[in-house]
């Protein structure tokens, strides 16, 4: 299974709200994660089951879909939210991610 | 708290084989599915594999037929093994831990701080 993201970087400021898109090229249900990756880290898990916020994770990150299409919201982009953030899919093998968005300081 | 150290060799030459070993420590072994990782400099995350506690395997088919991941249950460790390694399997190597959740909603909670291999002569 093939996950499509948009867009593949975007430009944004303090207090933004941004919102990445996830594409299935088959339906996954609700099989869907999202991480955070900084640079020289490990990713960082945010969602899974496509809206089940992870322990931890600021009420500003949320995500919704099913299906095909997904999306992560993050309602006020904080400086430590500047990052890569990655879709993956684990409806079924092999699990797959997506090819990354990078939120970059406007 | 649980974490997982992963360790292997940094440098390799075309045609070696890659191994990484990956611990996990303050926490059960049982229960979970364990991952290996990659992601090539300034590139995407490529899923390798995983093992269960049982020694249950799933392979991505990109790399299946060089790749075996195994496990050692009395010191809470699984392993990677990479054979005939190119330029192509420079990245850095990352386990994870996969977690079922309700409703059999998987998810990759813990992860390795990642292990640095380069392929090069």
């Known amino acids: 299974i093939q996950l499509t993201q948009s867009p593949s970087s975007l430009s944004a400021s303090v207090g933004d709200r941004v919102t990445i898109t996830c594409r299935a090229s088959?339906?996954?249900?609700?099989?869907l994660a999202w991480y955070q990756q900084k640079p020289g880290k490990a990713p960082k898990l945010l969602i899974y089951?496509?809206?089940t916020l992870q322990s931890g994770v600021p009420s500003r990150f949320s995500g919704s879909g099913s299906g095909t299409d997904f999306t992560l919201t993050i309602t006020s982009l904080q400086p430590e939210d500047f990052a890569t953030y990655y879709c993956?899919?684990?409806?079924?093998?092999?699990?797959?991610f997506g090819g990354g968005t990078k939120v970059e300081i406007k | 708290q649980v974490q997982l150290q992963q360790w292997g060799a940094g440098l390799l030459k075309p045609s070696e084989t890659l191994s990484l070993t990956c611990a996990v420590y303050?926490?059960?072994?049982?229960?979970?599915?364990w991952s290996w990782i990659r992601q090539p400099p300034g590139k995407g995350l490529e899923w390798i594999g995983e093992?269960?506690?049982?020694?249950?395997?799933n392979y991505n088919s990109s790399l299946k037929s060089r790749v075996t991941i195994s496990l050692d249950t009395s010191n809470n460790q699984f392993s990677l093994n990479v054979t005939s390694v190119t330029a192509a399997d420079t990245a850095v190597y990352y386990c994870?831990?996969?977690?079922?959740?309700?409703?059999?909603?998987?998810?990759?909670?813990?992860w390795g701080r990642g292990t640095l291999v380069t392929v090069s002569s």
């Open positions: 993956q899919q684990l409806n079924s093998y092999p699990r797959t």
């Open positions: 093992i269960d506690h049982k020694g249950n395997t």
């Open positions: 089951a496509a809206s």
């Open positions: 088959q339906g996954i249900s609700s099989y």
């Open positions: 303050g926490g059960s072994f049982s229960g979970y599915h």
């Open positions: 994870a831990r996969g977690v079922r959740g309700g409703y059999d909603f998987w998810y990759f909670d813990l």
